[in-house]
């Protein structure tokens, strides 16, 4: 069985990505990083998920990008956009380099670990135009990547999945319910409550695709209820 390390942030997406790498037949170590965000209950989330799906480890890694801010997610002076999103727009929620780091630390678990995958939950359709979170970032990430290490330059480094990418959001909403993905208990809202806040730009996007895809009981109208 192949190895396989799924960064998981405890959201809907890399919970699913997950999922898939599971179906594959991949042996799946988790990933998740405390980085100063200030809706920290996806961590707990994604403690939950790994359990739940069985991964074979769960690592939390602290990487403290909120000591120099930069977003709404990591400077709580900056508020969380409530407007919905806007065409085009890079918003505030943007965390600089986030993905980067991430996905850095994630091939050095990978080439430690031998695995063959690092298993990416981005998503470039129905999210804001994240420039991290595009197929041509990936791309030229993944060159990097054959470039940087050992096992790269021998031919066998870690191929970076991110089967999502160019997914809508319903889709994924449709793959979790088919792989028995436990929606509930993956957290998106980008707001620190202890409710989903049903305004921010990731609770929008979520909610209508549990919408359309017939399970408006697990939107976050229906959890503030």
């Not at 069985?54 to 930069?70: D, K, M, Q, R, Y």
């Not at 939950?121 to 804001?128: E, I």
Request: aromatic share 6%; glycine share 10%; hydrophobic share 40%.
């Amino acid at each position: 069985m192949s190895t396989a390390i799924a960064l998981l942030s405890g959201g809907l997406d890399s919970a699913t990505a997950a999922a898939l790498a599971l179906e594959d037949g991949q042996r799946v170590i988790g990933l998740s990083f405390d980085y100063g965000q200030r809706h920290r209950r996806e961590l707990e989330a994604a403690a939950r998920i790994a359990a739940q799906l069985g991964l074979a480890e769960h690592h939390t890694i602290s990487v403290n990008l909120a000591a120099w801010g930069g977003s709404a997610l990591t400077d709580s002076r900056m508020a969380v956009p409530s407007d919905g999103v806007q065409a085009d727009v890079i918003p505030s929620t943007y965390v600089p380099g986030r993905n980067t780091v991430f996905i850095a630390i994630g091939l050095s678990l990978a080439e430690a670990r031998g695995a063959e995958r690092l298993v990416l939950g981005v998503n470039a359709v129905d999210y804001s135009g994240y420039p991290d979170c595009r197929p041509d970032y990936l791309d030229a990430f993944q060159r990097l990547a054959d470039l940087a290490s050992k096992a790269g330059r021998e031919g066998h480094g870690s191929r970076l999945w991110a089967p999502l990418v160019t997914w809508s959001k319903t889709k994924i909403v449709q793959e979790a319910l088919r792989l028995g993905v436990p929606i509930a208990d993956t957290w998106s809202c980008y707001s620190g409550g202890e409710q989903p806040c049903g305004v921010c730009d990731s609770c929008r996007i979520r909610d209508a695709a549990l919408i359309d895809a017939g399970r408006p009981d697990l939107a976050s109208s229906a959890a503030q209820r």
